[in-house]
């Protein structure tokens, strides 16, 4: 008995379904790999904003220090940030 070619090609449900859990796995996947590298980018420009309001590069005997800002102009400079 010869099979007609809708039957040939008609997928079964069960095989749809397992398609799309892959599909929607796939994107998830993507999509929370894409948020993981964003937060850790925005955190780390966080961080070199606050260091930046806090610390200072200085001339030090002929070598470059990181020296602590005086505390009223750090807190003035970190209530700019916010």
């Known amino acids: 008995m010869k099979r007609s070619i809708h039957e040939v090609t008609r ?6 379904i397992l398609i799309g ?3 929607a796995f796939g994107i998830i996947s993507i999509v929370s790999i894409n ?3 964003e937060t850790s980018v925005s955190s780390q420009s966080i961080e070199n904003e ?3 309001a806090v ?3 200085e001339e ?10 005086p505390t009223a102009e750090a807190y003035e400079n970190l209530l700019r940030l916010t």
Not at 11 to 16: A, D, G, Q, V, W
Not at 60 to 69: L, M, R, T
């Open 50 to 52: 606050i260091d930046s």
């Open 35 to 37: 948020r993981k590298i």
């Open 60 to 69: 030090f005997f002929g070598s470059k220090a990181i020296v602590p800002i």
């Open 11 to 16: 997928r079964s449900p069960k095989r749809i």
């Open 21 to 23: 859990f892959l599909v």
């Open 55 to 57: 610390y200072r590069r």
